[in-house]
Nanobody, 121 residues
Framework: QVQLVESGGGLVQPGGSLKLSCAAS????????IGWYRQAPGKQRELVAT???????NYADSAKGRFTISRDNAKNTVYLQMNSLKPEDTAVYYC???????????????WGQGTQVTVSS
């Protein structure tokens, strides 16, 4: 059974920082591309950042320079360090694990339950 469990969300003032964690179980974590996505009320879910098995990172323009994604394969955990938070960063943040089989082309995709981040004074 695959589980992705996010933690670390909460209420923070503008300009503050939060560090989200996503702990995975039931998968060979190290070979998956892990991503953080977010969904604000009334909006579609959007990509925040991804990190590959080789630690190549990719960020949405809104996250560049403020957010850092990292992974610890020994702990089956991925992190999202968020600095200089803005009210528009308010959303539910979801962890995603994705793997495309080179042999079959099948895509394996899993989601966590999400953690709320609220940026407000």
């Amino acid at each position: 059974q695959v589980q992705l469990v996010e933690s670390g969300g909460g209420l923070v003032q503008p300009g503050g920082s939060l560090k989200l964690s996503c702990a995975a179980s039931g998968i060979i974590f190290s070979i998956y591309v892990i991503g953080w996505y977010r969904q604000a009320p009334g909006k579609q879910r959007e990509l925040v950042a991804t990190i590959t098995s080789g630690n190549i990172t990719n960020y949405a323009d809104s996250a560049k320079g403020r957010f850092t994604i990292s992974r610890d394969n020994a702990k089956n955990t991925v992190y999202l360090q968020m600095n200089s938070l803005k009210p528009e960063d308010t959303a539910v943040y979801y962890c995603n694990a994705e793997l495309t089989s080179r042999r079959t082309g099948n895509v394996f995709k899993y989601w966590g339950q999400g953690t709320q981040v609220t940026v407000s004074s």
